[in-house]
DNA sequence: CAGTGGGCCTGAGTGC
DNA sequence: TGCACTCAGGCCCACT
């Protein structure tokens, strides 16, 4: 589910509502990705700060440590006060002066770790080795290309290996090749000037765009308010196999790269 | 070193 | 109805 949309409309949806708050408790459910590596109880007490985001990574900072959550495929987060008793699916919950922080992932590929300070988080080895944020003033054209005509894999596995620029999942790599005119399948070295720009604005315009309608639910994503995201109704590719391209009517074509689904228009998407 | 493929886990959908 | 199988928004890690 989530990428970098999901995971900052959900940041938005409860940063401002946590901040300040003082930990009550912590339950645990099945075990996820990853261990906490801390001892729940110990957190009691800590106040939370704020809410700030890497990649698809979510960091809550506290007083003294930092919570990284992850929402792996089927991760959504929760805030508020009385939440109903935790489901099967329920696995971490954060409870606090100010409403609960409950994660909610069926299929458990998301976590919850924790780091104890600034530096133990930045050298996390999760964090580590991430690309440029999309978003910030750092993701300029040619840092961007730089890193691309630096990989030897096909562009659409370099866009969701995250190492050159994070946050473009599944989803919006098929949508922001598309408004590049670019296949999937086109080596990252050869891609020329001119597509290189319009795929560098594409990645910003998309995401953006994405955050403002709050993000894509396929199944079940919501922010921690429980709300929808809608942007699943502007694909223009994604999902669309056999379905006419919205652009020139061509069937939208669909294949596997490294266990993954694409999705691209043969005609408007040529190089 | 970079790139590829397996695997983690559950649920929904499909075809027999 | 049941079973076997495929697929799903991510990404670490072992291997080549």
Known sequence: MPELPEVEVTRRSFAQAIAGARVTGVRLGKPLRWPLGADGDALVGRQVLGVRRRGKYLLVDLDEGILLVHLGMSGSLRFAH???????????????????????????????????????AVAHKLLGGLGMEPLSDDFTLDAFSRGTKASRAPIKQMLLAGKVVVGVGNIYASEVLFLSGIRPQTPSARIGPARMRRLHAAIRQVLEHAVELGGSTLKDFSNADGAYGSYQAHANVYGREGAPCKVCGTPIRALRQGQRSSFFCPRCQRA
């Open 82 to 120: 009385g939440l109903p008793p935790p489901g099967p699916h329920d696995h971490f919950d954060l409870a606090t002066t100010q409403g609960t922080l409950r994660l909610h992932d069926p299929r458990r590929f998301g976590a919850v770790v924790h780091a104890a300070g600034e530096a133990d």
